[in-house]
């Protein structure tokens, strides 16, 4: 079965059996997902989210930064909060 068939029978329901199964890397009869079978799902679900979903209810969605939320005097302390550079613990 190709991908746009697999998305032309997915319904909402078996949408979220299949999220399901690739939240917990199994199946619902508890066989484990292969990585072949999670990506493939995860494909699945990525495209059937772009067509039924807005975008802030995607998989991986990220809202936009707000300049406003940002603390901008973070970099003043940036340097003195690193590890020292080239370190090299040896066992003795």
């Known amino acids: ?20 199964c690739v939240e917990l890397g199994k199946w619902p009869d508890g066989r484990r997902l292969s990585s072949d079978e999670q990506g493939t799902a995860l494909q699945v679900l990525i495209r059937w989210e772009a067509r039924h979903k807005p975008p802030e209810e995607r998989i991986g969605y990220i809202p936009p ?16 909060a690193l590890p020292e550079k080239n370190l090299i613990y040896k066992s003795q």
Do not use: G
């Open 65 to 80: 930064v707000n300049e406003s939320d940002c603390d901008h005097d973070h970099d003043d302390h940036t340097e003195s």
């Open 1 to 20: 079965m190709d991908l746009e068939t697999l998305l032309s029978e997915l319904n909402p329901e078996r949408y979220q059996v299949l999220k399901r």
